[in-house]
Nanobody, 121 residues
Framework: QVQLVESGGGLVQPGGSLRLSCEVSGIANIDRHASSWHRQAPEKQGELVANIDSSTSGSTANYVDSVNGRFSINRDIAKNSMILLMKSLTTEDTAVYYC???????????WGQGTQVTVSS
């Protein structure tokens, strides 16, 4: 059974930083698959925040303009996890953040349950 479990969300002041982690079980070698982080804010459309290609495709990372230069997506191969480093957070970053993995062999997508990030003073 494949599971994606996010952690690291919480309450942070504007200008602060957080590190989100998404541990994947049931699929080994997550670098062979494409990974991404998405977010859903209240009364807003969900958006893709960052994605990273599979290692065979060069592990190229892409970001939505609003987070470019502030967020960084990566993988922790030893822990079979995907990471989202967030800095210089603003109230506009408040949302539930979801991780997603898409299998390279069949295209099937798996989602995590979400973790709340609240940026507030």
């Amino acid at each position: 059974q494949v599971q994606l479990v996010e952690s690291g969300g919480g309450l942070v002041q504007p200008g602060g930083s957080l590190r989100l982690s998404c541990e994947v079980s049931g699929i080994a070698n997550i670098d062979r698959h494409a990974s991404s982080w998405h977010r859903q804010a209240p009364e807003k459309q969900g958006e893709l925040v960052a994605n990273i290609d599979s290692s065979t495709s060069g592990s190229t990372a892409n970001y939505v303009d609003s987070v470019n230069g502030r967020f960084s997506i990566n993988r922790d191969i030893a822990k079979n996890s995907m990471i989202l480093l967030m800095k210089s957070l603003t109230t506009e970053d408040t949302a539930v953040y979801y991780c997603k993995l898409v299998r390279f062999d069949c295209g099937y997508a798996y989602w995590g349950q979400g973790t709340q990030v609240t940026v507030s003073s």
